[in-house]
């Protein structure tokens, strides 16, 4: 099997975003955006899909953190899409249901070829520190829209607005890492022979 390895690098005058992502890795990742809970969510993303990812993004914070959040979500969808290649003999299909303390988060994933979040997680809190919580959603679009895949997130449960943000960033891992693993069979999972 190939390395299924992808490489983006985004510059604007909003951003400058650099990703290295395998998705045979181990979980090792370097991240740094300038973010530190937005790098332990990254961190976090990459522990448990067990991509290895880099990711370093430069952005016009003193406005604030929305064009560096969504590029990095534009960024690493892009990597995913490119790391998968024809996406012969993968899963597709990943769902979890996670757990983190008082929050329970649901993500489901198809690597359709088609970019859709539905979002479904209010925020009891504006603020995790310094992050806008409300760029939690912002950033899984992009994620979603430039992957070219199918992403659900459904907060089930949860009254701590880190835990919420942590669980749903371990299972929209989770899910991603059952759809981009490999069946043991061949061809491409659909129909129409193509996604």
């Given amino acids: 099997m190939s390395e299924r390895t992808g490489l983006v690098t985004r510059k604007t005058r909003e951003t400058e975003v650099n990703v290295t992502l395998n998705l045979d890795g181990t979980g090792v990742y370097w991240v740094h955006t300038g973010m530190p809970f937005f790098d332990h969510m990254l961190q976090t993303f990459s522990k448990h899909s ?6 370093t993004a430069q952005g016009d914070l003193a406005v604030d953190g929305h064009h560096t959040v969504e590029d990095a979500g534009v960024c690493l969808g892009q990597a995913i899409k490119k790391a998968l290649g024809d996406k012969n003999g993968i899963n597709r299909f990943g769902h979890a ?27 009891p809190s504006p603020r995790v520190g310094d992050f806008d919580t409300e760029l939690v959603e912002e950033f899984f679009r ?19 607005t880190h835990h919420i943000i942590e669980s749903i960033f371990k299972a929209v891992a989770c899910s991603l890492k059952e759809a981009a693993g490999m069946s043991g069979g061949t061809g491409i999972p659909s129909t129409k022979d193509t996604l």
């Fill in 97 to 123: 249901i996670v757990p983190m303390d008082d929050a329970l988060t649901m993500a489901a994933v198809d690597l359709s070829g088609r970019g859709l979040l539905v979002f479904d997680a209010a925020m």
């Fill in 50 to 55: 067990l991509f290895d990812l880099e990711l």
């Fill in 142 to 160: 992009a994620l979603a829209v430039n992957g070219e895949f199918n992403l659900h997130i459904r907060l089930l449960a949860g009254s701590n």
